[in-house]
């Protein structure tokens, strides 16, 4: 087989983002754009010949083409096999799941998680090292610095590969096997999940659930799992076929843009259990029957009950969120006598917490819940422990929030997000808030004493790295709390998300709309950051 060697000159802005290289599709399919980004990823490895890549991606417009190229480059380059998922699909976490099943060099997903596919919207990819988890900061910088002298790419000249049937072939001196996507990471869930337990749910205790893959990558995971498995009746899988646009949706699972769902399960018509994913599975959302579980929430849920799930109910080491995720889940960690560890926004700081063994399960306020069974988030995974509890406690999921509620006290939660905002003047907002800092401690907002005012910092308590600007804190004196960051993931101008958080433990006021609960807050917010008057804005765009 010929190895052409083909000239190229390098592309502007291909540094990585939080989760890998994103643009519009159109960008991708510049000639040689996705190529210098594939080289410029084999360029930054070493002794990776002879191994074994994964290749897969959430099926939008332009995998299966991507997934051509990536074959023909990562024979040229001497991989020693690639394991590729069938219909070039792999869900994030299936692909975590198959790098550390398999012992694999790394692996490539394809994916722009929750943005809209198309051929004039999203595309992305990532890579992933051997512990299944996204690529640190000093190897996506070595991939950044590789796109900007790079000079020639490698590509094997053969026909493309039929990625439709499952099995092995050789193609020059590399072997390449496609695999079930699905039959790792279902095989894993049933070591972490008491299968039997949910599937008497299903069969015995006639319990319904409605779960919307939004028509992307997790409908053939969750059909399979909840369907075929579990036995939960057909038709409980909605909009379960893959699609490359997504169906034209928002493949994000959230109140807006899988409203839908929401409508059904506050419907009198609602089933028991309601719960959705993203794009590319790593997110979830978890709803019962005219209730919503907001993911904070969700994350001190699943771990006060890891008793229950048969992967963890041996103990947890520790938990971590991210520092905007509510902290319901730091009560529990107090009240089971562990470590909670706070770290910056993005999956990627809970690695090494996770492959030292400090923190089981980790979950970020944005729809993200995972732990250590793989090194990404994990929505399939989320639902199947939620399915665990239920089954377990015979409880509604209502019923389960609200105990909870009882025991810890609530933490009303919401976070806003102003969209699209000219750059300069969100940097404005937050420098004059980091200009505060040092004079508010011990400042009144109406009846809230500010206890700590800051710009956070991580400092890993593994690798000793540091990360500041993560967002600035207030902290009030009762453990109510009002976070600003500006995200780094927004495509147009600048998004600036405020994350309100107040402590409520009489329960008598439990059943407050959180909008209501915050109403206080919400205005403080206002008063310290000036977000509406500095912008025009009247209200945010995004409420979750
Ligand atoms: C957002 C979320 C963050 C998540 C990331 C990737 O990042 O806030 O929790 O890890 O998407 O899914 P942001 O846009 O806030 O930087
Ligand atoms: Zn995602």
């Known amino acids: 087989m010929k190895i052409k060697t083909v000239p190229t000159k390098p592309f502007d802005g291909q540094r990585p983002g939080t989760s890998g290289l994103r643009k519009k599709v159109s960008v991708f399919e510049q000639t040689h754009y996705l190529e210098n980004f594939v080289q410029s990823i084999f360029d930054s490895l070493d002794d990776f010949q002879g191994k074994t890549l994964v290749i897969g991606g959430d099926g939008r417009y332009f995998n299966r083409k991507a997934i051509q190229t990536i074959i023909k480059m990562a024979v040229a380059s001497g991989f020693g096999e690639l394991m590729i998922g069938k219909g070039g699909l792999l869900s994030t976490p299936a692909a975590s799941c198959v790098i550390r099943k398999y012992q694999a060099f790394g692996g490539i997903i394809l994916s722009a998680s929750h943005n809209p596919g198309g051929p004039t919207e999203d595309f992305g990819i990532k890579y992933n090292i051997s512990n299944g988890g996204p690529a640190p900061e000093k190897v996506t910088e070595a991939i950044y610095a590789n796109t900007q002298k790079i000079t020639s790419y490698q590509i094997a000249d053969t026909p493309d590969v039929d990625l439709d049937s499952i099995g092995e072939k050789i193609l020059g001196e590399t072997k390449i096997t496609i695999i079930d996507p699905v039959s790792d990471y ?108 907001n993911p904070s929430d969700s994350l001190a849920v699943i771990v006060a009950n890891f008793w229950n799930a048969p992967g963890y109910d041996r103990g947890l080491t520790g938990v971590a969120r991210s520092m905007p995720t509510s902290q319901a889940v730091d009560r529990v960690a107090r009240g089971m006598g562990m470590s909670c560890y706070e770290t910056p926004t993005g999956w990627k700081f809970f690695g090494n917490l996770l492959d030292a063994n400090k923190a089981t399960i980790c979950g970020e306020e944005s729809f993200g819940t995972g732990s250590n069974h793989v090194r990404e988030k994990d929505g399939l995974w989320a639902v199947l422990y939620w399915l665990n509890i239920i089954a377990a406690v015979n409880m509604s999921v209502e019923d389960i929030v609200k105990a909870h509620w009882k025991k810890y006290g609530r933490n009303f939660y919401s976070r806003h997000d102003y969209e699209a905002v000219d750059s300069q003047i969100a940097n404005e907002i937050m ?45 009030f004196k009762d453990g109510s709390r009002i976070v600003f960051r500006l995200s780094g993931t927004g495509t147009q101008g600048a998004t600036i998300r405020v994350y309100i958080e107040k402590y409520e433990p009489n329960v008598g006021h439990h059943d407050m709309d959180p909008q209501e609960a915050l109403a206080e807050l919400i205005e403080i917010a206002e008063n310290i950051s000036g977000i509406k008057a500095k912008t025009g804005r009247m209200a945010p765009d995004v409420i979750t």
């Not at 498995?229 to 843009?257: I, R, S, Y």
């Not at 500010?450 to 967002?471: A, C, L, M, R």
């Open 186 to 293: 279902a095989e894993l869930m049933a070591k972490l999940f008491d299968f039997d337990l949910i599937r008497r749910l299903f069969e015995i205790g006639n319990f319904k659930m409605r779960y919307d893959a939004m028509n992307a990558v997790t409908g053939p995971y969750a059909k399979f799992i909840l369907e075929d498995v579990l036995k939960a009746p057909k038709g409980t899988v909605v909009n379960g076929e893959p699609k490359e646009d997504f169906g034209g949706g928002h493949p994000d699972p959230n109140l807006v843009h899988a409203h839908k769902l929401v409508e059904y399960m506050f419907s009198d018509d609602a089933p028991d259990f309601g719960a959705a994913s993203d794009g590319d599975g790593d997110r979830n959302m978890i709803l019962g029957r005219k209730f919503y579980v």
């Open 431 to 475: 420098d004059s808030m980091r200009a505060m800092a040092a004079d508010s401690v011990g400042k009144f907002f109406g009846d809230y004493e500010v206890e700590t005012f800051d710009d956070f910092k991580y400092v890993d308590p593994v690798d000793k790295s540091e990360s500041d600007h993560q967002g600035i804190r207030v902290l």
